[in-house]
């Protein structure tokens, strides 16, 4: 909980009264994109990066700073400024111990972005190279989020056989992948069904809605599970069964 990084976060503003940002920035890197960010608190994150107001010497700080920025923006709708700040991480990614990797979450991160802006293309081009990344890294969490951000862009521009086909490999991987989290195995699942019901396919829809529910509930996936409810209620809209709908 958010109680828990307390003592982490009151050091940190510590560290920044005593202009100690070199140290400061590594103790947040810590617990920003780990926790607060999943947890909803973009807006404090960017709140406190930006108090890290002196260059940062380590050259691996400013690309992880600029990573968490996005992030941040990303998550709050701020999709232009995420990508100003992908960009810059882009550009310092050279810095990070293991680059490959890093350029593969910058270019699906920036996909994400670019599908909430519209540019679907875009979108797929970049999911499409990070999951290539994430292939020849051996990385299949990455792949699956690769998958599932194509899979999303393509249901937008109308293709649904391209966004049944990727939502289907990611369900492939999460499978055979005994690590994979409950979460990972529900959004592949809902991404999926939601591919399935834009093209017609309302049974098929229902039964990975179902997956989808049974995954996010199994994860304490609270917005997952609503949101799978949801699906499934405007899936039997379509089909006609108000009852079950209701």
Sequence with gaps: TIEDLSPTLKAYQHLLNADAYEAAASLFGAVDVRFLLPWGFSRKVLALRHQLKSPLIDPLLPHRHHFAMGLAYRNLGLCRQALKEFSRAGELVEFDADPTRALAEIWAESSDAHRLLGHYEEAVALARRASESFTRLNNRSGEVRSMVLAGAALRRLGDFAGAIEHGERAIALTTAV????????????????????????????????????????????????????????????????????L
């Design 178 to 245: 005994p690590a994979m989290t409950s979460k990972q195995r529900g959004d592949a699942y809902w991404h999926a069904g939601q591919a399935y019901r834009r093209a017609g396919a309302l049974d098929t829809a229902l039964k990975y809605f179902q997956a989808g529910l049974d995954y996010a509930r199994a994860s304490g996936d609270r917005v997952g599970a609503a949101t799978a409810l949801n699906n499934m209620a405007q899936t039997y809209v379509s089909a006609g069964v108000w009852a079950e709908a």
